[in-house]
């Protein structure tokens, strides 16, 4: 047994020195010894049916499918992996968002592309991207969390390969964070494969300093204060002032001449591209969610804040308390919603207060229960409504010494649940970029009071057009508004 310390870190001396190379792309030596080329793709193609599924699928856009693939292939080519299989989806997702899996997979929301204005500032991101997989990174990230990890699961690499633990860290890969380096390296690569096809380098820090805008608006949106946020990329990418002096400073080694943008090419493509929630899954207006497709609708209390998510629709409260909302489908059958709710869905814990409801015509039930969670001791109020085969599952939880004082609004919560007709559902329209050429008697004040978004409308109104307001709002220049249905 005393042997195994020794065998261990002789593994671990052997794995260190013989797994490092010199990577073409970025010039420096890095350590990716226990995840190969091939892994790489085989994790790619694993992960990629997950991604779609978590992120709302692909944005179903023939057109912007293949503009945004045309670019990435473009760029791809004159990358140090021009050989490699490359694969670009849009996401059906208007979080501000972009990633890369291990084998070329690169994803960007259509709720980034509406956020930038021309071209160039795409390719910034997408460059960005390419960056990640021609680097290495996620088997850089990969190799040195095995290594800094526990005896055994060295000892199980040295002896048996990766395995599971491979298909373990791939599932985490693609949200967890980069270091500061890698950061900086996906951003001088993607402003070197993206100069390489002349477009203007200083697009990688305009559409920086742009989504720095959008998070603190967002944050303000949400009566959050400080640039961090999770609702776009900035969660996960690391010190952005420095990214955003450093590209410039990038951007300067670069010849001046070099200032190709595309800008109407862009905003060509991306006229009528939807903007925030997809109306397929479901959209928030005020305090209610309405789910067209799905053909229902609720209310949130006052003073929650409702998030739209593929899998789950969720609100908050600053004072602790929190609803969870999802649709599923019953396996046991016809059955009393008071059995579904002890015996099926909340069937590990011991409910009490169940009680039987009728709530728009659809038989209901409700029960409670007290649990130890991460957040503390809540009080949880169980909520099952059905409608056929469909079940409509509440969850309210509350600090027990709120139970009380919430138990109204989420009563109220409770009976605006309301199946929608085909007609009603039909006429519920959702939001879309619109494009707009500015006339002389044009104000920024009334464009941005033409913007259908919840408030802030003039924030948003400068945060999407920010390149294109440098200069102060000019006659005759394209602006981005967001708009209902034409």
């Known amino acids: 047994m005393k042997l195994l310390a020794p065998i261990a870190a002789l593994g671990l001396l052997a794995l260190s020195t013989t797994g490092c190379s010199v990577n073409p792309a ?155 380096d890698h950061e900086m390296e996906a951003d001088m690569l993607g402003i070197r494969y993206m100069t390489k096809l002349g477009y203007d380098p200083k697009a990688s820090a305009t559409f920086f300093k742009k989504l720095a805008e959008h998070t603190e608006t967002t944050a303000r949106m949400q009566g959050q204060k400080g640039q961090q946020s999770h609702y776009n990329i900035f969660a996960s990418h690391p010190d952005t002032r420095s990214r955003i002096v450093a590209s410039e400073n990038i951007a300067k080694s670069y010849p001046a001449d070099l200032n190709l943008i595309n800008r109407k090419v862009f905003l060509a493509q991306i006229d009528g591209l939807e903007y925030g929630p997809s109306i397929k899954q479901g959209i928030i207006e005020g305090q209610r969610f309405i789910h067209p497709d799905l053909r229902f609708r609720f209310d949130a209390p006052e003073g929650f804040t409702l998030i739209n998510r593929p899998d789950l629709v969720a609100a908050i409260h600053d004072n602790g308390s929190a609803m969870v909302f999802q649709l599923t489908r019953s396996k046991a059958g016809k059955i009393p919603m008071t059995q579904y709710l002890t015996s099926v869905w909340a069937n590990k814990y011991t409910l009490q207060d169940v009680q039987p409801l009728t709530i728009d015509g659809l038989e209901a039930a409700t029960a409670i229960v007290r649990l130890n969670t991460q957040s503390g001791v809540r009080d949880i109020r169980y909520l099952a409504i059905a409608d056929g085969d469909e079940i409509f599952q509440f969850r309210f939880l509350t600090p027990t010494n709120l139970t009380q004082q919430m138990e109204l609004p989420f009563r109220r919560t409770t009976y605006s649940f309301k199946r929608l007709s085909y007609q009603e559902a039909k006429s519920i329209k959702g939001l879309h970029i619109d494009l707009h050429r500015v006339g002389r008697g044009d104000t920024i004040t009334s464009l941005a009071q033409r913007m259908k978004v919840e408030k802030l409308q003039e924030d948003w109104f400068k945060v999407l057009n920010r390149e294109t307001l440098q200069d102060g709002l000019q006659a005759g220049e394209t602006v981005k508004l967001v708009v209902k249905d034409r």
């Open 26 to 180: 970025t010039g420096k030596q890095s350590f990716t010894g226990l995840m190969s080329e091939q892994q790489e793709q085989q994790v790619g193609k694993q992960e990629h049916p997950k991604i779609l599924q978590q992120f709302g699928g692909a944005y179903d856009h023939a057109a912007m499918s293949q503009y945004v693939d045309d670019l990435g292939q473009r760029l791809a080519k004159v990358s140090e992996l021009p050989n490699l299989k490359w694969t670009f989806t849009v996401l059906d997702d208007p979080i501000i968002n972009a990633f890369a899996l291990p084998g070329g997979y690169i994803y960007i929301s259509r709720g980034l592309i509406g956020l930038a204005e021309n071209e160039a500032e795409l390719a910034a991101v997408l460059g960005h991207e390419i960056g990640h997989v021609t680097a290495r990174h996620s088997a850089q990230r990969y190799s040195k969390s095995v290594l800094t990890g526990v005896g055994a699961t060295l000892l199980g690499m040295v002896v048996g390969g990766p395995a599971g633990d491979l298909a373990n860290y791939a599932g985490q890969a693609y949200i967890a964070s980069y270091s500061r």
